[in-house]
């Protein structure tokens, strides 16, 4: 099938669900989570002063890894989980499920460009394998067999409205109407990236 010099195909993390008129009232139930926002702005009132509203593709890196964790005399047990990585901000866990990936034809504009390449991705799945996988085993510690690195995109709403203080920018999770607050906060601070990067390397702003 053709696209258009302006599209390009990804892996889109998840699916999308969530429509453009949802989000004043998923903005109102983050922000009183939060205690951020003006609680004094009902949703209406939220919805009147979105300055723009527009849907993004944020990187992330995918890793299958297999755990194999020896039980002489019985055979290794092997355990498979899946490793994450946020290719912009550095921060790396286990997904507790295995996402459902399709591939899309988006606006190339609406695509963030990654700040760890494929290249890095080893030392950020090592920490995970090290610090998050092996403390959970006090004796022996576990082999690991990673996959190659996948590049997914994790659809996000970025929205913008005005504040009595300014401006404010808004991040939804376009597959589960969640505010991702916490995850845009970190791509800025540089505070979860491993290597010279973390040092005044290239760091994405919003």
Same mark, same amino acid.
């Given at each position: +099938?053709? *696209?258009?010099?302006?599209?390009? &195909?990804?892996?889109?993390?998840?699916?999308?669900?969530?429509?453009?008129?949802?989000? #004043?009232?998923?903005? $109102?139930?983050?922000?009183? +989570? +939060?205690?951020? /926002?003006?609680?004094?702005?009902?949703?209406?009132?939220? $919805?009147?002063?979105?300055?723009?509203? $527009?849907?993004?593709?944020? #990187? +992330?890196? *995918? *890793?299958?890894?297999?755990?194999?964790?020896?039980?002489?005399?019985?055979?290794?047990?092997?355990? %498979? =989980?899946?490793?994450? !990585?946020?290719?912009?901000?550095? &921060? $790396?866990?286990?997904?507790?499920?295995?996402? /459902?990936?399709?591939?899309?034809?988006?606006?190339?504009?609406?695509?963030?460009?990654? !700040?760890?390449?494929?290249?890095?991705?080893?030392?950020?799945?090592?920490?995970?394998?090290?610090?998050?996988?092996?403390?959970? &085993?006090?004796?022996?510690?576990?082999?690991?067999?990673?996959?190659?690195?996948?590049?997914?995109?994790?659809?996000?709403?970025?929205?913008?409205?005005?504040?009595?203080?300014?401006?404010?920018?808004? &991040?939804? =999770?376009?597959?589960?109407?969640?505010?991702?607050? /916490?995850?845009?906060?970190?791509?800025?601070?540089?505070?979860?990236? *491993?290597?010279?990067?973390?040092?005044?390397? %290239?760091?994405?702003? %919003?």
């Amino acid at each position: +099938m053709l *696209i258009g010099k302006q599209e390009k &195909y990804i892996e889109q993390l998840g699916e999308p669900t969530v429509a453009a008129d949802a989000l #004043p009232g998923l903005i $109102r139930k983050a922000s009183g +989570m +939060m205690k951020k /926002f003006n609680m004094s702005m009902d949703e209406n009132t939220i $919805r009147q002063r979105i300055e723009s509203s $527009r849907l993004i593709h944020h #990187p +992330m890196w *995918i *890793i299958k890894n297999t755990v194999v964790a020896t039980r002489r005399p019985f055979k290794p047990k092997r355990i %498979p =989980n899946m490793i994450f !990585v946020d290719a912009v901000s550095g &921060y $790396r866990g286990l997904l507790s499920t295995v996402p /459902f990936i399709s591939e899309v034809s988006v606006d190339k504009n609406s695509i963030v460009n990654p !700040v760890i390449d494929e290249a890095d991705v080893a030392r950020y799945v090592k920490d995970v394998q090290t610090m998050q996988i092996d403390r959970s &085993y006090v004796l022996k510690k576990p082999q690991h067999e990673p996959s190659e690195p996948r590049l997914v995109h994790l659809p996000l709403w970025k929205v913008v409205i005005s504040g009595d203080q300014g401006r404010e920018i808004h &991040y939804i =999770n376009a597959n589960t109407g969640e505010s991702e607050a /916490f995850m845009s906060g970190r791509w800025a601070s540089g505070v979860d990236l *491993i290597d010279e990067k973390s040092e005044g390397g %290239p760091v994405w702003r %919003p």
